[in-house]
């Protein structure tokens, strides 16, 4: 698996290495904890529907690879993605991605992982 990810105290770093880097049109992204707002497992099907179908720039050959950035402006996602079946979704607050979809050997650990590390969140007074 090409993509890197870790966690940090105060944020997540994903890596794209090999030809991932060429195909997400990206090496990667650092994510502050301060801007994610949660990191879930999610079904292929599920997050592919959930997803624009804009990619600009990126790659999208069904059921094989989805790579690159999806969607302008507040919907903009960073997806890279190869056969998997179950992906990592992190959502974000703020620019330049609302979503960041990527696959990973375990999706369900690593989210529990990063969900661990966000600032506990308190209700407004």
Known sequence: MAV????????VVVRFTGTDRVWACCRGVYLPLSRVL???PMARRDAVTASPRVHLPGVSVPRVLRAGSYG??????LWMVRR???????Y???????????EVADPEAT???INEALPPRRLPA
Do not use: C, F, M, N
């Open 111 to 113: 989210s529990k992982t």
């Open 84 to 90: 998997a079946e179950s992906l990592l979704a992190i």
């Open 38 to 40: 949660l990191a879930r």
């Open 92 to 102: 974000l607050r703020g620019d330049p991605y609302h979503r960041v979809v990527i």
């Open 72 to 77: 302008v402006g507040e919907r903009r996602q």
């Open 4 to 11: 890197q990810i870790r966690v940090t105290a105060d944020g």
